[in-house]
Every structure is written in C-alpha cells, then in structure tokens.
C-alpha cells in the first residue's frame, strides 16, 4: 500500500517542516540525505555525530517531540512504510517486559518515534531506514568508522549493542535509585511525560477517518498507546530502577575494560584500537547523556572510562551534534563541559538557561501548567 515512496518522504518533510540543510551550502547534496530527529533525542544525537563526523550534509527536519509532532500521520506513514519491509515486530504488540532501554532488540520496531533517516543518493527508490543503530550502520557502512577487521567489528558491535542497551529513557523519565541530579525543570516536565504521550496518541486515534484513514496507522497508534503504558507502569516494580543503574554500570565497567585492554597494548585513545570508530563515538553520546543527567558519579571509579569521556566530549562533531546542538536540554554539568571547551562565557550562558527554565516551571506550577 506504500508504494510511492517519495510522496511519503515529500508528505513527511511538509507535515514536519522546520527544515534546514546542515552543515554547510551544498543544498543539492543535502538534499538526498534527509534526517528527521529531535535536539534533544539521545538517539538523533549518534546519527547527527556520525554525520557530523563523516561531514555528509543533510537536511535536517527537527521534529518537535515536547509537542508530539512525531504522531503526524504522514510521519508515521514514512516509518510503518519502513517497519513494513523490516520483517521486526512491532513494539507495544507482543507480550515484553519495558526494561527502561528502547532497544528494537528489545522492544520492536516503535512506528511513532525519531530519528527517521531518508537516503536518496542513488537512482534508485528513496531508502528510509529507521533505528539510530541502523542509520548510523548504513551512514558509516564502507568508511573507517566501521572497519573490516573481524577482531575490531566484533568489539565495535558489541558497543553499538550495548550503547543501545543502556536505559536512557529509565534514566530520563525516571531519574535513578542511587542520585537524582537531573536538571528540577527536567525532572517537573518529565514527571508527565508517559502520560502527555498517551493523550496525544488517543487524539491521533480520535481523528480516524477525519485527518487519516489507514489501518496501519491505527495499528501503528494503539501498539505505541501499549509500549507507552509499559513506561508508564514499570516504576512500580521495585526493582526497575536499580536494574537499570545497574545495567548502565554493567555497559561502562565493560567500555572500561576495553579501553585498558588497549592501553596495556600502547596506550591506545580508542575502544577498539589505535583509530576512532563508530563504538568511541556512539559511548561518547551515551557518556555525554549520562554526564547531563547528572550521573558522571558512575564513572568515578573507571579511570580510563573518565579520560575517554574528557577527550571525546571535546571531539568537534560530538560538540557540534550534540553538546552545543540548537535545543539540546542545558543542565550544570554540561555548563561545566561548555565552559571548558568554549570558554566561561558560553558556559555562563549555558548555565543561565538551566536558570531560565527552573525559573519559567517554577511558575508555570504556581499557575497550574506544570
Ligand atoms: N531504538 C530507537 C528508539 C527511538 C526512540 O525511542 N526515540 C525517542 C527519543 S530518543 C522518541 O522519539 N521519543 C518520543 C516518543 O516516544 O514520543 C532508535 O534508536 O532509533
């Protein structure tokens, strides 16, 4: 039934908008590589590092998830299209336990989220492909940061995988069982998310046969309404968020071990060796999400895991994909980071809008909005 792909991809860009080719001027080039994701998504963050790393210019959709705009038909049209052909469950329809991570592995294919990469190089029919590890595999496939070496690629995806393990989402939603140092405003706002998402998703489905009308689409909406109300109800079990800490160590102790193993070989900068690949880059998101939620305390014991993180988060595409990118969420210790890297004024005014926003949902509650 989705059979013209590039009126789907054209619908998805209309529906979207907020477009802007990056990096650079070369508008014709962007113009094949097409990359819907969010600031703030720690998945859009590996697939904007790894092109910012490769410097592939794209055309960026950024797609607002605070408001939901990732429940658009026409965007989620451009994923069930690419679900369809990947032969994986979807998530929310089998019978899984929500471990905090949004692992496909894990989970299945989740229809409604970011990032959704476009790929119309070629002359072929646009490929979509969807699934931060999967665009990353195809964005890097043929280049130095997925090299051929069986011993390297082992280790490189054994890191990948684990990257994607790592419940981020546990950690954000829920902070963890050991410190809670997420930014306050953070911690109001998200407080509501799971269920914010789930109206929004009943809205979508409200509008059946008035804005859409598509049996995938619905199918698509109440299996993202079930994988939703998974989140929501997995703090409750007691267990759940010291699993997740717990998982998170289990991924850093290794990271550690990987990189003293080279270290012992020559002091080596990189996991699987003497050349950055995509595991550095994809542990460098994760250290760099870890670090803003306030959980840098995880790596104080891993010495070669805490001079990985001071000279990758320095790294020009993981500062501009990430630490600087428009809208990333501001937190102190990326203040710290900012300070470092560019100097105590972009520091300061990164510290001020964490300021900024305490202050703006400090009375957002007084007014009952938050
Ligand atoms: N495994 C997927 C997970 C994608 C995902 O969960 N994206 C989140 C942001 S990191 C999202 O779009 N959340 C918004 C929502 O669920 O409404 C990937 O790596 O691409």
Known sequence: MYSDVRKLVADAQAAIGHQTEVPGSDASAASKLVLFHSPTSVCSEKCRTVLFELNLPFTSHAVN??????YHPAYVALRVAAWQQSGLPMAGESDYEWTGSSSVAANGVDCCVVPTLVDMRGDGEPKIV?????ICEHLMAGTGLLPADPHKAAIIEKHIKLVDEVPHPAL?????SVHDNRPWFAKVMIGKAH???IAALKKRLAEKGKTWDDPLLERAYKAKVNKTKKGLAAPSKPTYLTAAVDKTMSVLKELEADLAAHDADGGSSYVSGDSITA???FQAV?????LLLGNSWMWQDLPHVAAFADRMLSRPSI????????????????????????GFIAGFIHGRRV????????VMRLIGMA
Request: no cysteine; charged share 20%.
């Open 319 to 342: 500062q501009k994909a990430v630490i600087t990118y428009p809208g990333m969420i501001p937190s102190r210790p990326t203040a710290d980071l900012i300070t470092k890297d560019q």
């Open 195 to 197: 269920s914010g998402q």
């Open 172 to 176: 954000l939603y829920e902070g963890n």
């Open 130 to 134: 969807i699934d931060s590890s999967a």
């Open 65 to 70: 998830i605070l408001a939901h705009d990732n």
């Open 355 to 362: 300021d900024f926003l305490n202050s703006l949902v400090f």
């Open 279 to 281: 595991a550095d880059l």
């Open 286 to 290: 994760n250290l760099h999400r870890l």
